[in-house]
């Protein structure tokens, strides 16, 4: 499940998620300093963006967003720890466990091989 098995599709939403989660990190990031009116045009992007994008792809927009926060956060989280660090990082690894859990349970008859299922749609 390398990089030879992507597609154009998914390298393409992959990167429209990664847009739309440092959208989301930079509103939060700017409400966080009282920086109300850059804060509300960077969510109403990343909004706007995942319902254009992602409308019926919720379970793999999940697993980019929560995979890119436990990247980014837990690389922090090693070298400089911090409870809101830690908390994210721990909080995206039990989403994703808990996104398998659910994915399995839901969807039993889905193989590793029809990963790329959920970047056509949400399976029925």
């Known amino acids: 499940m390398g990089f030879r ?7 393409a939403l992959t990167v429209v998620g990664l847009a739309i989660t440092i959208l989301f990190v930079r509103g939060t990031v700017a409400i966080w300093a009282h920086n109300i009116r850059p804060a509300i045009w960077y969510l109403i992007a990343a909004i706007a ?3 254009i994008f992602f409308r019926h792809r919720k379970v793999a927009f999940a697993i980019i967003v929560l995979s890119i926060l436990l990247v980014n956060a837990g690389m922090t989280a090693l070298f400089h720890p911090s409870g809101t660090g830690l ?7 039990l989403g994703l466990y808990g996104i398998a859990i659910w994915g399995a349970k839901k969807y039993p008859n889905m193989t590793r091989k029809d990963w790329k299922a959920l970047f056509d749609r949400d399976p029925a």
């Open 49 to 51: 963006l995942s319902i």
């Open 5 to 11: 098995n992507w597609t154009p599709k998914i390298a």
């Open 87 to 93: 908390l994210i990082t721990f909080v995206s690894a």
